[in-house]
Structures are given as C-alpha cells and as structure tokens.
Nanobody, 125 residues
Framework: QVQLVESGGGLVQPGGSLRLSCAAS????????MGWYRQAPGEQRELVASITSDAKTNYTDSVKGRFTISRDSAKNTMYLQMNSLKPEDTAVYLCNADREPKYYWQTFNYPSRAWGRGTQVTVSS
C-alpha cells in the first residue's frame, strides 16, 4: 500500500516559521517527483513547491524566498521549511507524489500518483 503522511502543521503568528514533513511508505518514492499543495477554504488547490528525484525544485511565486522544499531519500521523507509566514499562507497543506516517466518500468505496479490527507497551517495573531 502506498501512503503519504504529513505532519508539522499548526498555529503560528505572522512572521513565524513551521516545518512540514511528509513521510512516504516505501523506497519507490525516490523515483517520484514530490510536491506540496495547499488549499484554503473556497479556493482551488494550488501547487506550492515541488522537488524531482534529482532535487530540482520549483516554487510558486508567492512563496519564493520564504519556503524551502527538500527531501531525504534515505528516510523517504520530504520537508517544507516555511519562514516569514503570512496570514494568506493559511491552508491545508497536502503532500503529493507523481511518478516520473523515466521510472515507469520500476514502478508500474504502484500508483502513478498519491496524496496525503493534509495538515492544517494557520497563520494568525
């Protein structure tokens, strides 16, 4: 079974920091692009940041310079370090994994995409 489990959310004041973690079951996630999405009430889900199997990163403009995505393949864990948090960062943050096409034959017995259940991040004074 493929599982992604997020942790690290909570309530923080504006300007504060949080570190989110996403623990993945199985070493196959080293062959997936991992990402953090967020969804605020009444809003569409948006991609916050992603990291490929070879550590190439991508960020949405609103978090550039404040958030840092990383992954530890040995621990099957992905992280999102969030600094200088703003009230508009408030959302449920979800972990995502998308199989990379170059690894199709090593992972075809597993889902091509997986989601965690999410962790709430609230930025408020």
């Amino acid at each position: 079974q493929v599982q992604l489990v997020e942790s690290g959310g909570g309530l923080v004041q504006p300007g504060g920091s949080l570190r989110l973690s996403c623990a993945a079951s199985g070493s196959i996630f080293s062959m997936y692009t991992m990402g953090w999405y967020r969804q605020a009430p009444g809003e569409q889900r948006e991609l916050v940041a992603s990291i490929t199997s070879d550590a190439k990163t991508n960020y949405t403009d609103s978090v550039k310079g404040r958030f840092t995505i990383s992954r530890d393949s040995a621990k099957n864990t992905m992280y999102l370090q969030m600094n200088s948090l703003k009230p508009e960062d408030t959302a449920v943050y979800l972990c995502n994994a998308d199989r990379e096409p170059k690894y199709y034959w090593q992972t075809f017995n597993y889902p091509s995409r997986a989601w965690g259940r999410g962790t709430q991040v609230t930025v408020s004074s």
